[in-house]
């Protein structure tokens, strides 16, 4: 079994509209969001062996706000996750060495909620989180997902949905 953890960025700054997107850092929510998440992930024990990252500003800020980690992961930072569509982000996961256990993708919607929602496909029975991340996938929402098989093999309909987690969830992101 191997463990794979999606993070949408956390919440970005449009207070400049002279900036290109790229280049949008997080805005004071979003920092605040991103430290809760972190929080949240040490406490259920959430430490990724690899993370792949958007090399936008604000994919890199909310992967900071995650440091430090108790055991440091393999940092790949790969532009072709800069707003990636959900088949760019799957060949990213299955280009995943199979000695990785737990990978954890940090990048942008709408290709995360897309490729969550492939991945799931349709399940037998519909969890509470499952109906929540169809309507969406906010800011700085964290999935995990079970997947079985190998990463090169990951298909639709080849992950489980462990939890849903979002920055509104958690006391001290309000």
Known sequence: ??????????????????????????????????????????????????????????????????????????????????????????????????TVRSAMVIAHNPGLHDLVMLLLGTPAAESADHRRLREGYPSGALVELVVPGPWAELQEGGARLVRFLCPRDLPSAR
């Open 1 to 98: 079994m191997r463990q794979l953890l999606l993070l949408r960025h956390a919440k970005s700054s449009w207070d400049d509209p002279k900036l290109p997107d790229f280049e949008r850092p997080l805005n004071p929510r979003g920092r605040a969001a991103a430290a809760s998440m972190r929080g949240a992930m040490a406490g259920l024990g959430l430490v990724p062996d690899q993370v792949l990252v958007s090399t936008s500003q604000r994919t890199l800020q909310t992967l900071d706000a995650l440091e430090p980690w108790d055991e440091t992961p393999l940092i790949d930072r790969l532009d072709s996750l800069y707003l990636a569509p959900a088949a760019g982000l799957l060949r990213a996961i299955q280009d995943l060495q199979p």
